[in-house]
């Protein structure tokens, strides 16, 4: 499923694919939520602000692993400085995903990271605006992500 340069491979080689569990992933929209959560993930569009407001909701809303609430434009200002963001830097390793669609153009991701020893577990939903233009793929409207204490971190 993962093309040459998609999130998880630091050379921009092709890799695994992320460890999709979900039997649905032959279902359009759960595939584009899930393309559109590994291309977040990617540097070349954490800052690039026009592909990442491609892919975010006007709406959107994330509560993050340190407890903040971000909005829509404030993600966009802030993505770019961001985890992930460099080629050369550390970089997300998705894993576990799991797919659910709650309704037509409504997907429910969830998945794991691994980024520079931390893991969290990721949460995210996303939709396709009834009121967009025809043609507007689905956009994350929602993200969690929440910190796997050491613990409770499985080999």
Do not use: K, N
């Not at 695994?16 to 990617?42: K, N, R």
């Amino acid at each position: 499923m993962t093309a040459p340069g998609t999130p998880g491979d630091p050379d921009g080689h092709a890799c695994a694919d992320p460890d999709i569990a979900d039997p649905d992933i032959a279902d359009p929209d759960i595939a584009e939520a899930v393309a559109g959560e590994l291309a977040l993930l990617d540097p070349a569009v954490r800052v690039s602000r026009a592909r990442a407001a491609e892919l975010l909701d006007p709406g959107f809303v994330e509560v993050g692993a340190s407890g903040r609430r971000w909005t829509y434009e404030e993600m966009l200002a802030e993505l770019p400085e961001m985890s992930g963001a460099t080629e050369a830097g550390p970089r997300y390793e998705p894993t576990a995903f799991a797919a659910a669609l709650l309704a037509p153009g409504v997907v429910h991701l969830t998945y794991e990271t691994l980024l520079d020893g931390r893991r969290a577990r990721r949460s995210s939903l996303w939709r396709r605006d009834p009121d967009a233009p025809a043609g507007t793929g689905l956009r994350m409207y929602y993200h969690q992500g929440t910190p796997v204490p050491e613990a409770d971190v499985q080999p």
